[in-house]
């Protein structure tokens, strides 16, 4: 079976930082895809980041240049790296591999709850 089970996140307030983990099991990890999602109650989950198996990335133009995604395949671990975080960042997120959400699939985790407030 696929587990992704997300954890980092928290409360912080704005221009801090945090750094998401995504530790996932049941899949050959080197050679998926993964993205970081966030979803706010109320909207459809949105794609914040990406890497693929070959380690190029892609981001939302919201959050290019201040989130980093990265993995680390011995791990089977991805992360995402958020500086300058903005309360529009506040959402649950989660992570999966963006092609096989893009088709229609997918086992999702629980996500983590990332909180940006003074």
């Known amino acids: 079976q696929v587990q992704l089970v997300e954890s980092g996140g928290g409360l912080v307030q704005p221009g801090g930082s945090l750094r998401l983990s995504c530790a996932a099991s049941g899949i050959i990890f080197s050679i998926n895809a993964m993205g970081w999602y966030r979803q706010v109650l109320g909207k459809q989950r949105e794609l914040v980041a990406a890497?693929?198996?070959?380690?190029?990335?892609n981001y939302a133009d919201s959050v290019k240049g201040r989130f980093t995604i990265s993995r680390d395949n011995a791990k089977s671990t991805v992360y995402l790296q958020m500086n300058s975080l903005k309360p529009e960042d506040t959402a649950v997120y989660y992570c999966n591999d963006p092609w096989i959400v893009a088709s229609g699939g997918g086992y999702w985790g629980q996500g983590t709850q990332v909180t940006v407030s003074s």
């Open positions: 890497i693929s198996s070959g380690g190029r990335t």
